[in-house]
T-cell receptor, first 110, second 116 residues
Framework: GDSVTQMEGPVTLSEEACLTI???????????LFWYVQYPGEGLQLLLK?????DKGSNKGFEATYRKETTSFHLEKGSVQVSDSAVYFCALTSYGKLTFGQGTILTVHP | DGGITQSPKYLFRKEGQNVTLSCEQNLNHDAMYWYRQDPGQGLRLIYY???????QKGDIAEGYSVSREKKESFPLTVTSAQKNPTAFYLCASSGPGRASMNQPQHFGDGTRLSIL
């Protein structure tokens, strides 16, 4: 079946540091890929998405590129802020069903 | 503003009791979903519904039941058969139309269920 694997967390960074959260997937067919963010005590919010190979999703300074050859969708940001502290989930959808990674906790210190 | 409302935010259940979690959306979405979130395990799909009066089991449906009598509402009942119900429950929706590969899901703020 489909699966998503994220890098182990938690990740702790200083403000203005660079961020990369790795995500790889296995899926049948041609899935769409998503990054969701969850702030403390809240539900998930869609951060960005990519629907086909080589697409780049971007939002709020975050980027991720759909790499079919490496089955990856790594999340990157050039300069993180304290307000970026949250849990980040990589996910794919295949035939309407979302499959999530286990989540990566990001903490950014001033 | 359109969105998904889950209530209550916190819920406590005694052993042996059934409890129902509410999920209402005013996004005019056709598809709705229930997920369970446990620490370090991401989200797991409990049930989903593509249209009114129709729903399918997800990956961990045992001990749960749902109904979809109205487009806007998709309540989840955690029955006494669910042996480990303590978790954070998230409702989501997508649309318009039946769930498709390109549609993101929109989430409520969740209900945290605890056993007394």
């Amino acid at each position: 079946g489909d699966s998503v694997t994220q890098m182990e967390g938690p990740v702790t960074l200083s403000e203005e540091a660079c961020l990369t959260i790795n995500c790889t997937y296995t899926a049948t067919g041609y899935p769409s890929l998503f990054w969701y963010v969850q702030y403390p005590g809240e539900g998930l919010q869609l951060l960005l998405k990519a629907t086909k190979a080589d697409d780049k999703g971007s939002n709020k300074g975050f980027e991720a590129t759909y790499r079919k050859e490496t089955t990856s969708f790594h999340l990157e940001k050039g300069s993180v802020q304290v307000s970026d502290s949250a849990v980040y989930f990589c996910a794919l959808t295949s035939y309407g069903k979302l499959t999530f990674g286990q989540g990566t906790i990001l903490t950014v210190h001033p | 503003d359109g969105g998904i409302t889950q209530s209550p935010k916190y819920l406590f259940r005694k052993e042996g009791q059934n409890v129902t979690l509410s999920c209402e959306q005013n996004l005019n979405h056709d598809a709705m979903y229930w997920y369970r979130q446990d620490p370090g395990q991401g989200l797991r799909l409990i049930y989903y519904s593509q249209i009114v009066n129709d729903f399918q089991k997800g990956d961990i449906a045992e001990g749960y039941s749902v109904s979809r009598e109205k487009k806007e509402s998709f309540p989840l009942t955690v029955t006494s058969a669910q042996k480990n119900p303590t978790a954070f429950y998230l409702c989501a929706s997508s649309g318009p139309g039946r769930a498709s590969m390109n549609q993101p899901q929109h989430f409520g703020d969740g209900t945290r269920l605890s056993i007394l």
